[in-house]
């Protein structure tokens, strides 16, 4: 057993034999300082610090249930398990959008700011998914990252995969374990997102109770596209953990060095 480090019991979707498959449990030895803990897009529209929702766009997490279960996931288990992360010395990154760049100006950006020629019929889905103007005049234009779960001291935040690469290298560090939004986009594919992020050759874990993905109000209920993409995630992308498993395996190494 790696001393400092973290005994996680997880999980990961067996795909085969194709006739049986399953969920096969597993501990993973995590060294606190080889891993890190991603938190992805965890923006603030609707949130007290944010700008309001508005009803005639489909922005961020889309609608308002999957936009109130993002509010409650940030409070009650991300930035619970952030705590938890800083006070054992785990790094804790951060990786935001670059839709954002304007609110950081010191994170480098490599947007132009000048929208590109937009194919006719493709404008027209746009506005049909997301509202007429929806980058200028929806919350998406004010948006940032939520206060409760934005960085503290010098903890990093990131738009791109390669420059998270290169932090993360530079510290050693071998393990993402990830929490944040949307489950079903962004955390699976995004930049910085679990699928360049293993391509990169890190080993990926997800906080299944610390996403939820953009549901619609008919989904919401059974938590449709949030399953699916725990289940992508868990079949070909890492491994899945609860919050709850987290706090133990912390705990655990506690309990074992005192």
Request: net charge negative; hydrophobic share 40%; charged share 20%.
């Amino acid at each position: 057993m790696t001393e400092n480090a973290l005994q996680l019991d997880a999980r990961y979707y067996r795909a085969l034999p194709i006739d049986c498959p399953g969920y096969e449990q597993v501990t993973l030895s995590l060294p606190v300082d080889k891993t890190a803990l991603v938190g992805m897009h965890c923006w603030n529209i609707g949130c007290p610090d944010g700008p309001p929702v508005d009803v005639n766009y489909c922005v961020g997490m889309g609608w308002l249930q999957s936009i109130e279960e993002a509010g409650r996931i940030m409070a009650e288990v991300i930035r619970p398990a952030m705590d938890a992360a800083r006070a054992i010395g785990m790094p804790v990154c951060h990786v935001e959008t670059d839709w954002m760049d304007h609110q950081y100006p010191h994170v480098e950006s490599r947007r132009s700011g000048e929208s590109g020629a937009v194919h006719p019929h493709q404008q027209e889905m746009l506005e049909r998914a997301h509202g007429v103007g929806y980058m200028e005049r929806s919350p998406l234009a004010q948006m940032r990252r939520a206060e409760i779960v934005s960085p503290v001291g010098d903890e990093p935040l990131f738009f791109y995969s390669d420059v998270l690469d290169d932090y993360l290298r530079s510290r050693g560090v071998e393990t993402l374990i990830y929490m944040g939004f949307a489950a079903d986009m962004c955390l699976l594919g995004a930049e910085g997102g679990a699928r360049p992020m293993l391509a990169r050759g890190y080993r990926c874990v997800v906080m299944r109770d610390a996403t939820v993905g953009v549901e619609t109000p008919a989904s919401f209920p059974q938590r449709l596209s949030t399953n699916y993409a725990l289940h992508i995630f868990e079949w070909s992308l890492g491994f899945g953990c609860t919050f709850a498993q987290f706090q133990q395996a912390i705990d655990q190494m506690k309990g074992e060095q005192s």
